[in-house]
């Protein structure tokens, strides 16, 4: 069993409806947590960060964590064409044996259509 | 924000010549950066850690003389893939992590597509 779990998709939304992304992991020693989009053939670049449970807004972004299911959900309001991309879920332990390293999900693509 | 970048962005190379890919932290100082590889539609795998004055370390199955990785300074790691063959054609992407941050957040170069021929 992975770490962390992330339905690959594709998910297929029409334009201006949510888009709603969710991972789920196993080990509780994850602290922090972080959502990254990828268009294809680039780095991911980082949308969210967030280190405890609840929710963080951030313009049409929401993360939202819940430590006691070990379930992130990320939440895409007033969905663009420029939206569609892979989204991957990542999350860190500060262990000794883990400092630093992202455990990351399969990533799920995400197609908005005009 | 913090800006990471790498260089070439694309190299194509003839089987068992070497290949350098730097990665730059351009706003800030990084003590670690990290090279990972990905295939197509597939995540991102961690190759190693660079650690800025010391040895990297390597995950398993990742060989390290074939993957050489030097982090000389707080802005540059370099990624050298000796005598390259057709299976380490890949995406090779670095991150590094903002240590005045104050978070556990890496921030991700473009990328470095390789392909060997």
């Known amino acids: 069993q992975k770490e962390v779990e992330q339905d690959p998709g594709p998910l297929s939304v029409p334009e201006g409806a949510i888009v709603s992304l969710n991972c789920t992991y196993s080990?509780?020693?994850?602290?922090?947590f972080m959502w990254y989009r990828q268009y294809s053939r680039k780095g991911p670049e980082l949308l969210m960060y967030?280190?405890?449970?609840g929710n963080k807004e951030d313009g049409r972004f929401t993360a939202q964590v819940d430590k006691s299911s070990k379930y992130i959900s990320l939440f895409i309001r007033d969905s663009q064409p420029s939206d569609s991309a892979t989204y991957l879920c990542?999350?860190?332990?500060?262990?000794?044996?883990?400092?630093?390293?992202?455990?990351f999900g399969a990533g799920t693509q995400v197609v908005v259509t005009p | 924000g913090a800006v990471v970048s790498q260089h070439p962005s694309r190299v194509i190379c003839k089987s068992g010549t070497s290949v350098k890919i730097e990665c730059r932290s351009l706003?800030?100082?990084?003590?670690?950066m990290f090279w990972y590889r990905q295939f197509p539609k597939q995540s991102l795998m961690l190759m190693a850690t660079?650690?800025?004055?010391?040895?990297?370390?390597?995950e398993q199955g990742v060989e390290k003389d074939k993957f050489l990785i030097n982090h000389a300074s707080l802005t540059l790691s370099t990624l050298t893939v000796t005598s390259a063959h057709p299976e380490d054609s890949s995406f090779y992407i670095c991150?590094?992590?903002?240590?005045?941050?104050?978070?556990?957040?890496?921030?991700f170069g473009p990328g470095t597509r390789l392909t060997v021929l």
């Open positions: 991150s590094a992590r903002d240590l005045l941050a104050g978070t556990d957040t890496q921030y």
């Open positions: 080990n509780s020693a994850f602290q922090y």
């Open positions: 967030t280190y405890s449970s």
């Open positions: 990542a999350m860190s332990a500060m262990t000794t044996d883990s400092w630093g390293k992202l455990q």
């Open positions: 706003d800030f100082q990084a003590t670690t």
């Open positions: 660079s650690n800025e004055g010391s040895k990297a370390t390597y």
